[in-house]
């Protein structure tokens, strides 16, 4: 089997923390006993472009009892879990082209190992994969019966190839979905961003000034989590809509120029780029964490703050 990971050793720890998380997924397990009955993948090859997580590992073999033929990279190289890579490989035989931390060039050349297999349907966690088959893979699209894609930020590429007549293949608005947004997108998002920046930083969150770039569902469960913890919260929202909406929620609304003069935490949670850029970081004040929880780490200009940075310390 063709595949390339970190380290095949990582297997043993990864198939436990799989089954653990197989036990917070019974929707998925009660699909997987009737995938094993009728088999309705039968025949199909799948390229998936997804986190490469414990849950991602569930649905993968949920896909492969199903019949399909699975192949996964990752959607997001900081995301790879590599102990999981490793169990998908050696203990459920499903090729994985994935490495934390693995640079652009290496993530693209896994993306296209998946893409070698002339999938029949693909998979999408940022629309990368969809993309690449529009811009250089274009002799796959007469294989292709559709995709599905889980992000807004995704979505929004996707909508914009639709918008101007230049999609291939129909794909499946995964995101569009109540229980993604309403449910993945508020409460999902919003406490593994407060976990991420509390494991990375250790700060006490009551009386910070939280700073929240984005009040879409995503933005709405990264607010809800920082109020819990009792941080002062303030949303940046450019449309006047949600903007109300963050004002009858209870939260301060302003813009990000004067939100940056106080802010001691900031999280990017728009699908747009740039969202804080030269003249916000030249504002905030000394020790300011910024962090972004939207699907593409742009939404921060980080070339900008290298440049303005005399040096950089771990």
């Known amino acids: 089997m063709n595949y390339h990971i970190k380290d095949i050793k990582l297997a043993k720890k990864g198939k436990l923390r799989v089954e653990w998380a197989n036990e917070y997924m019974p929707v998925l397990s009660l699909i997987r006993k009737r995938f094993a009955k009728e088999k309705p993948l039968k025949n199909v090859k799948i390229a998936a472009c997804l986190h490469v997580t414990t849950e991602t590992a569930n649905l993968a ?35 994985v082209f994935s490495i934390k931390g693995e640079d652009r060039k290496t993530y ?81 998002t919003g406490q593994s961003t407060m976990d991420g920046i509390l494991r990375a930083t250790n700060i006490l969150m009551c009386g910070s000034n939280f700073i929240v770039c984005g009040y879409g569902w995503c933005g709405r469960g990264v607010a809800m989590r920082a109020k819990g913890l009792g941080a002062n919260v303030t949303v940046c929202e450019v449309d006047p809509l949600r903007a109300l909406e963050a004002v009858m929620d209870g939260y301060r609304v302003t813009t990000i120029s004067r939100a940056c003069k106080y802010g001691d935490v900031f999280v990017t949670v728009t699908g747009d780029t740039k969202v804080l850029r030269k003249e916000h970081f030249l504002l905030m004040k000394d020790g300011a964490i910024v962090a972004n929880s939207g699907h593409f780490n742009v939404e921060i200009d980080i070339p900008a703050l290298t440049n303005l940075s005399r040096k950089k310390e771990e």
């Open 61 to 95: 073999e949920t896909l492969k009892v199903g019949g399909a033929e699975v192949y996964l990279c990752a959607s997001n190289p900081l995301s790879t879990q590599d102990d999981v890579a490793a169990t998908l490989v050696k203990d459920y035989k499903i090729p």
């Open 108 to 188: 693209y050349a896994h993306m296209n190992k998946c893409l070698d297999v002339e999938p029949n349907i693909t998979m999408d966690d940022g629309a990368d994969l969809v993309s690449t088959v529009h811009s250089k893979r274009r002799n796959l699209v007469g294989n292709i019966l559709g995709g599905t894609e889980e992000t807004t930020t995704g979505i929004i590429r996707l909508k914009s190839l639709e918008k101007n007549k230049a999609l291939l293949f129909p794909i499946m608005a995964v995101n569009d979905a109540n229980t993604k947004h309403l449910f993945d997108n508020r409460y999902g």
